[in-house]
Protein backbone atom coordinates (compact mmCIF):
# COMPACT_ATOMS: atom_id res chain seq x y z
CA UNK A 1 0.00 0.00 0.00
CA UNK A 2 1.38 3.17 -1.21
CA UNK A 3 1.52 5.37 2.47
CA UNK A 4 -0.19 8.29 2.73
CA UNK A 5 1.28 12.07 3.18
CA UNK A 6 -0.06 12.49 6.35
CA UNK A 7 2.29 14.60 8.59
CA UNK A 8 3.45 18.44 8.21
CA UNK A 9 5.97 19.07 11.83
CA UNK A 10 5.18 22.93 12.30
CA UNK A 11 7.48 24.55 15.25
CA UNK A 12 6.13 28.16 16.44
CA UNK A 13 7.08 30.37 19.43
CA UNK A 14 4.48 32.08 21.48
CA UNK A 15 4.71 34.67 24.48
CA UNK A 16 2.10 35.26 27.11
CA UNK A 17 2.33 38.24 29.02
CA UNK A 18 0.88 38.38 32.54
CA UNK A 19 -2.02 41.00 33.59
CA UNK A 20 -1.28 42.48 37.00
CA UNK A 21 -4.02 42.32 39.66
CA UNK A 22 -6.02 44.77 40.24
CA UNK A 23 -6.21 47.39 43.43
CA UNK A 24 -9.00 46.05 46.06
CA UNK A 25 -11.85 47.65 46.09
CA UNK A 26 -13.77 49.42 49.36
CA UNK A 27 -17.03 48.45 50.71
CA UNK A 28 -16.79 45.28 49.16
CA UNK A 29 -17.29 41.60 51.11
CA UNK A 30 -14.94 38.67 50.93
CA UNK A 31 -15.26 35.29 50.50
CA UNK A 32 -13.37 34.16 54.13
CA UNK A 33 -13.99 30.41 53.27
CA UNK A 34 -15.82 27.99 51.20
CA UNK A 35 -16.81 24.76 52.67
CA UNK A 36 -18.99 21.64 51.10
CA UNK A 37 -21.09 19.18 53.15
CA UNK A 38 -22.54 16.14 51.27
CA UNK A 39 -19.91 15.73 48.34
CA UNK A 40 -19.56 12.17 48.21
CA UNK A 41 -19.15 10.81 44.90
CA UNK A 42 -17.50 13.07 42.87
CA UNK A 43 -13.72 14.95 43.63
CA UNK A 44 -14.57 18.27 45.25
CA UNK A 45 -11.66 19.86 43.51
CA UNK A 46 -13.55 19.29 40.14
CA UNK A 47 -17.00 21.14 41.63
CA UNK A 48 -14.83 23.86 43.04
CA UNK A 49 -13.54 24.21 39.40
CA UNK A 50 -17.06 24.02 38.16
CA UNK A 51 -18.73 27.04 40.01
CA UNK A 52 -18.34 30.36 40.32
CA UNK A 53 -17.62 31.51 43.97
CA UNK A 54 -14.27 30.59 44.86
CA UNK A 55 -12.50 30.16 48.13
CA UNK A 56 -9.09 32.73 49.62
CA UNK A 57 -5.85 31.21 47.92
CA UNK A 58 -3.40 29.94 50.19
CA UNK A 59 -0.24 32.50 48.25
CA UNK A 60 -1.16 35.62 50.08
CA UNK A 61 -0.11 37.54 46.78
CA UNK A 62 -3.51 35.98 45.51
CA UNK A 63 -6.52 38.99 45.82
CA UNK A 64 -9.12 37.53 48.28
CA UNK A 65 -12.07 36.85 46.22
CA UNK A 66 -15.24 38.88 46.59
CA UNK A 67 -18.58 37.54 47.32
CA UNK A 68 -20.97 37.95 45.05
CA UNK A 69 -24.79 36.43 46.16
CA UNK A 70 -26.13 36.55 42.55
CA UNK A 71 -23.33 34.13 41.26
CA UNK A 72 -23.92 31.84 44.40
CA UNK A 73 -27.72 31.52 43.82
CA UNK A 74 -26.08 30.31 39.75
CA UNK A 75 -23.94 28.49 40.88
CA UNK A 76 -26.53 25.87 42.50
CA UNK A 77 -27.96 25.67 38.92
CA UNK A 78 -23.92 25.05 37.69
CA UNK A 79 -23.46 22.20 40.48
CA UNK A 80 -26.95 20.40 39.38
CA UNK A 81 -25.51 20.66 35.88
CA UNK A 82 -22.28 19.38 37.10
CA UNK A 83 -24.00 16.18 38.73
CA UNK A 84 -26.30 15.55 35.80
CA UNK A 85 -23.35 14.97 33.42
CA UNK A 86 -22.18 12.69 35.79
CA UNK A 87 -25.25 10.80 36.12
CA UNK A 88 -26.68 12.42 39.07
CA UNK A 89 -30.04 13.92 37.98
CA UNK A 90 -31.63 14.08 40.97
CA UNK A 91 -29.13 16.46 42.66
CA UNK A 92 -29.40 19.40 44.41
CA UNK A 93 -27.89 22.26 46.68
CA UNK A 94 -28.60 24.82 48.80
CA UNK A 95 -25.98 26.81 50.94
CA UNK A 96 -25.73 28.86 53.99
CA UNK A 97 -23.94 32.52 55.06
CA UNK A 98 -21.94 33.00 58.30
CA UNK A 99 -20.77 36.76 58.81
CA UNK A 100 -18.19 38.04 60.55
CA UNK A 101 -19.33 41.30 62.79
CA UNK A 102 -18.01 43.93 60.71
CA UNK A 103 -20.24 42.10 57.45
CA UNK A 104 -17.30 42.19 55.28
CA UNK A 105 -16.65 38.65 55.67
CA UNK A 106 -18.34 35.75 55.08
CA UNK A 107 -18.24 32.03 55.11
CA UNK A 108 -20.21 29.99 52.33
CA UNK A 109 -21.40 26.84 53.09
CA UNK A 110 -23.06 24.90 50.01
CA UNK A 111 -25.06 21.88 51.21
CA UNK A 112 -25.10 18.92 48.53
CA UNK A 113 -28.03 16.44 48.37
CA UNK A 114 -26.68 13.74 45.59
CA UNK A 115 -29.54 11.43 44.81
CA UNK A 116 -28.86 8.12 43.38
CA UNK A 117 -26.99 7.92 40.02
CA UNK A 118 -28.03 6.41 36.80
CA UNK A 119 -26.35 3.43 36.40
CA UNK A 120 -25.46 1.24 32.81
CA UNK A 121 -27.41 -1.46 31.61
CA UNK A 122 -25.59 -2.48 28.63
CA UNK A 123 -22.91 -0.92 26.18
CA UNK A 124 -22.71 -2.42 22.90
CA UNK A 125 -19.81 -1.86 20.40
CA UNK A 126 -20.80 -3.48 16.53
CA UNK A 127 -19.34 -2.91 13.10
CA UNK A 128 -21.76 -0.87 10.39
CA UNK A 129 -23.49 -3.12 7.91
CA UNK A 130 -20.72 -3.89 5.12
CA UNK A 131 -17.45 -2.46 7.42
CA UNK A 132 -14.17 -4.93 8.34
CA UNK A 133 -11.51 -4.42 10.78
CA UNK A 134 -9.39 -7.39 12.09
CA UNK A 135 -10.75 -8.54 15.64
CA UNK A 136 -7.90 -7.65 17.76
CA UNK A 137 -8.69 -4.26 16.93
CA UNK A 138 -11.69 -4.08 17.56
CA UNK A 139 -11.51 -6.17 20.90
CA UNK A 140 -9.14 -3.04 22.41
CA UNK A 141 -11.94 -0.70 21.29
CA UNK A 142 -14.41 -2.79 23.02
CA UNK A 143 -12.27 -3.47 26.15
CA UNK A 144 -12.57 0.46 26.47
CA UNK A 145 -16.44 0.24 27.71
CA UNK A 146 -17.77 0.31 31.26
CA UNK A 147 -18.64 -2.62 32.74
CA UNK A 148 -22.82 -2.77 33.78
CA UNK A 149 -23.81 -1.05 36.66
CA UNK A 150 -21.46 1.56 36.47
CA UNK A 151 -22.23 5.09 37.17
CA UNK A 152 -23.10 6.57 33.95
CA UNK A 153 -23.41 10.09 32.70
CA UNK A 154 -22.82 12.45 29.92
CA UNK A 155 -19.39 12.81 31.16
CA UNK A 156 -18.59 9.42 31.21
CA UNK A 157 -20.44 8.84 27.57
CA UNK A 158 -17.94 11.55 26.56
CA UNK A 159 -14.88 10.05 28.37
CA UNK A 160 -15.41 6.51 26.57
CA UNK A 161 -16.07 7.59 23.17
CA UNK A 162 -13.03 9.89 22.94
CA UNK A 163 -10.93 6.70 24.78
CA UNK A 164 -12.10 4.49 22.17
CA UNK A 165 -11.03 6.24 19.23
CA UNK A 166 -7.71 7.12 20.77
CA UNK A 167 -7.44 3.47 20.61
CA UNK A 168 -8.45 3.04 16.78
CA UNK A 169 -6.39 6.06 16.19
CA UNK A 170 -3.64 4.13 17.95
CA UNK A 171 -3.77 0.83 15.73
CA UNK A 172 -3.70 2.91 12.53
CA UNK A 173 -6.85 3.86 12.07
CA UNK A 174 -7.63 7.78 12.61
CA UNK A 175 -10.38 8.22 10.74
CA UNK A 176 -12.63 5.75 13.05
CA UNK A 177 -16.38 7.41 13.14
CA UNK A 178 -19.02 5.77 15.94
CA UNK A 179 -22.88 6.20 15.75
CA UNK A 180 -25.27 5.70 17.56
CA UNK A 181 -25.79 7.04 20.95
CA UNK A 182 -26.89 6.50 24.55
CA UNK A 183 -31.09 6.16 25.74
CA UNK A 184 -31.27 7.02 29.07
CA UNK A 185 -33.91 6.68 31.84
CA UNK A 186 -34.20 8.80 34.74
CA UNK A 187 -36.85 7.96 36.62
CA UNK A 188 -35.90 4.17 36.14
CA UNK A 189 -31.91 5.31 36.24
CA UNK A 190 -30.80 2.97 33.63
CA UNK A 191 -28.71 3.74 30.61
CA UNK A 192 -28.30 1.95 27.22
CA UNK A 193 -26.01 2.54 24.87
CA UNK A 194 -25.48 1.23 21.28
CA UNK A 195 -22.46 2.28 18.80
CA UNK A 196 -21.65 1.21 15.09
CA UNK A 197 -18.35 1.49 13.96
CA UNK A 198 -16.91 2.54 11.04
CA UNK A 199 -13.17 2.50 11.12
CA UNK A 200 -12.32 4.53 8.22
CA UNK A 201 -9.00 2.83 6.04
CA UNK A 202 -5.82 1.65 7.17
CA UNK A 203 -3.32 4.53 7.61
CA UNK A 204 0.13 4.64 8.14
CA UNK A 205 2.80 7.19 8.69
CA UNK A 206 4.02 8.67 5.42
CA UNK A 207 6.65 11.62 4.38
CA UNK A 208 7.54 14.04 7.65
CA UNK A 209 7.80 17.34 6.35
CA UNK A 210 9.09 20.31 8.64
CA UNK A 211 8.56 24.27 8.81
CA UNK A 212 9.63 26.91 10.82
CA UNK A 213 13.05 25.45 11.16
CA UNK A 214 15.35 28.46 10.90
CA UNK A 215 18.47 27.87 13.48
CA UNK A 216 18.14 24.08 14.15
CA UNK A 217 19.03 21.35 11.79
CA UNK A 218 16.60 19.23 10.73
CA UNK A 219 18.40 16.05 12.20
CA UNK A 220 17.96 17.60 15.30
CA UNK A 221 14.42 16.84 14.91
CA UNK A 222 13.69 14.01 13.28
CA UNK A 223 16.07 11.64 15.35
CA UNK A 224 13.34 12.67 18.20
CA UNK A 225 10.68 10.94 16.28
CA UNK A 226 8.87 8.20 18.17
CA UNK A 227 7.38 6.75 14.54
CA UNK A 228 9.35 5.45 11.57
CA UNK A 229 7.57 6.00 7.92
CA UNK A 230 5.51 3.14 6.69
CA UNK A 231 4.88 2.19 10.29
CA UNK A 232 0.79 2.26 11.18
CA UNK A 233 -0.34 5.80 11.95
CA UNK A 234 -0.28 6.25 16.60
CA UNK A 235 -1.80 9.55 18.01
CA UNK A 236 0.31 8.15 20.90
CA UNK A 237 3.35 7.84 18.82
CA UNK A 238 2.50 11.63 17.48
CA UNK A 239 2.08 12.83 20.75
CA UNK A 240 5.42 11.20 22.09
CA UNK A 241 7.29 12.70 19.27
CA UNK A 242 6.17 16.49 20.23
CA UNK A 243 6.78 16.39 23.19
CA UNK A 244 10.33 14.85 22.83
CA UNK A 245 11.18 17.58 20.00
CA UNK A 246 9.38 20.01 23.21
CA UNK A 247 11.34 18.57 25.74
CA UNK A 248 14.62 19.52 23.69
CA UNK A 249 14.32 22.66 25.12
CA UNK A 250 15.05 24.22 21.74
CA UNK A 251 11.28 25.63 20.81
CA UNK A 252 8.42 27.45 22.50
CA UNK A 253 5.67 25.28 20.87
CA UNK A 254 5.65 22.46 18.51
CA UNK A 255 2.78 20.50 16.35
CA UNK A 256 2.45 17.67 14.27
CA UNK A 257 -0.36 17.93 12.20
CA UNK A 258 -1.71 16.92 8.57
CA UNK A 259 -0.41 19.32 5.72
CA UNK A 260 -3.84 20.27 5.10
CA UNK A 261 -4.55 21.83 8.73
CA UNK A 262 -0.59 23.02 8.78
CA UNK A 263 0.06 26.68 8.05
CA UNK A 264 1.43 27.68 4.64
CA UNK A 265 0.73 27.21 1.08
CA UNK A 266 -0.52 23.18 0.71
CA UNK A 267 2.34 20.70 0.08
CA UNK A 268 2.07 18.70 -3.38
Known amino acids: MRPLRWLA ?19 TVEVDSLSFEGVDSVPESDLRAAILTTAPD ?11 ETDLVADLDRIAAFYRDRGYFDARAQYSL ?83 GADIDPLAREAHVKWRLEPG ?8 TLRGLDEVEPHVVLRELAFDTGAPYSLTALRESERRIFDTG ?19
Request: charged share 30%; hydrophobic share 40%.
Open 9 to 27: LGLAIGLAVASPTPADEPG
Open 58 to 68: WRPWRETPRFD
Open 98 to 180: EWNDERDAVDVEIQVTEGEPVRLSDWTLELALGEALEEDILQAAREALPEPDSVFGVEVYRQIRELVLQRLANRGRPAARLEG
Open 201 to 208: PPVVMGEV
Open 250 to 268: LFRSVSIAHPRDAEGPPLP
